[in-house]
């Protein structure tokens, strides 16, 4: 699963924590490197554990498909919903729809509680197949 992780990923520090229903779960331990305001989560650290658990959900369901396409963001959107606490911190991609050219995501963020989320994000990604 490591491959589902890009340069950058793995230079913040994000790991695969598991999979829920197929889709890996990533995490990100909280360090003073990633804090914003004293004491919480910065909001592009979180922006990108969430861009990272999409794209990395998007690639586990293609690599079962037999896909390997280049991925293009076409938008990203995120909602912060709650202060980051200086904890570890879990992302989880789920694919809304799955076609030939885009795909569309949704991904959740949280700390404590899955269902206590501290952002969520909408993606559209272009896949572009290689020759």
């Known amino acids: 699963m490591a491959d589902l992780l890009t340069a950058y990923a793995r230079a913040l520090g994000v790991t695969v924590a598991g999979t829920d229903d197929g889709a890996p779960v990533l995490s990100l331990g909280f360090s003073h490197d990633l804090e914003g305001r004293p004491g919480a989560w910065h909001g592009g650290a979180i922006a ?20 390997d396409p280049l991925l293009k963001p076409i ?4 909602q912060y919903l709650s202060t980051g606490k200086p ?8 694919i809304v729809r799955l076609g030939r050219r885009n795909a569309n995501l949704a991904v959740e963020a949280w700390q404590d509680d899955p269902a206590k989320p501290i952002a969520s994000a909408v993606m559209n990604i272009l896949m572009v197949e290689s020759d």
């Open 48 to 67: 990108g554990l969430l861009e990272t658990a999409g794209y990395a959900a998007l690639r586990s369901a293609l690599a079962e498909a037999g896909r």
């Open 87 to 94: 904890q570890a911190s879990y992302a989880r991609g789920r």
């Open 75 to 78: 938008n990203v959107t995120v």
